[in-house]
């Protein structure tokens, strides 16, 4: 190569560099003015009285002005230390923003508002976080909203409570209908519910289940990254590993109800089956409400098929099943979300589950002659 040859390919090299180095600076420029970042919060903190009937949820920040317990007022915390939760004053600066739950001895929602009703009939509603209204106020749980929609009607009892999958969610059912003696149980299903096979169980990683987003949470002694990283950097290697996590996690849930986890799959039918029976020996009537993820709501909801798939199983078995999720489709679905990192249902998403199930839950009160 001659000399005039190698200075024109080192004119060139340099220009190219220069150019990359310009177009990755305005695009930096770009970034930071239209403030887009890998967002990362405080980890929420969920904490529990021993007896387990006082609840607060915290988070670091109150984006909807929603929360209504403010940990950092010395009197807020004094108040559910009386309940008997504890390190209030440890998760006061990270997450100020709370809410606070009450249950019965029977750990199912005694602040929601529910009075009985003298000759009212009675609907008991079981499942998990979702059922209970993890981060939600207890009178904008569906329960509740199910209640104020039935008037005299029917009386709504919540006993969902968070961390109840199968089987614990069957075991728990035979107290709840010697406790309240319902005409209806209704399970509120979610797609994390379903018994895991041990080997199934050892694929989840918990990063992000698409409920809580452990990949977003700082744990509590780590702060966020120095501003002074690229912001080119950050987003586009958060932009690459949300695509992996959330494509790792679809499959998971995918999954859950197919060849992969069939034994755990056909053991939660059987527990759902169970249930069912309680029921009716009890003298109630039993509904499966699917309720959906929170999503991809707003484009391709990923798991219709699943959904579908697991209406047949059930209904084949003679379960009276309905599917809740055309009642949140076309949201925003981050709009629907408690919080960024927590993606329990919030208040709306609850309004709308409640319009769902009160359609599905009229026809067995119907029977019933009310």
Known sequence: MTSAARGLWAKRLTLSLVATLLSL?????????AGIEASRWAHANHLESADKRAVVDAYPDDPRGYFDLDLRDAEVRAEWAA???QRLDAIAERTPSGVGLRFDEHLCRSDSGVAPTEGALR????GDSFAEGQGVRGEDTFSARLDRRLGDRADVVNCGRRGYDFPQLADALPARLAAYAPDLVVYAMVLNDAQRSEAFAARQTYLDDWIVDRRRMLASDQEPPSTWIPRVYTVTADRVEAARVGQETLQWYRDLYAAPNADGWAATQDHIVAMRDAAR????????????????LDGDYPFTETHRAIERALVARGVAFTDTSAALLGERTDALWVHPTDHHPNERAHARLSASLYRAVE??????GR
């Open 25 to 33: 600076a305005g695009a930096e420029l770009v970034l930071r003015i």
């Open 83 to 85: 309940r008997g939760v």
């Open 123 to 126: 609907v008991l509603v079981v």
């Open 281 to 296: 020996a009890a003298g109630a009537d039993f509904l499966v409400a699917l309720l959906p993820l929170l999503v991809d």
């Open 363 to 368: 026809p067995f009160l119907a029977l019933r």
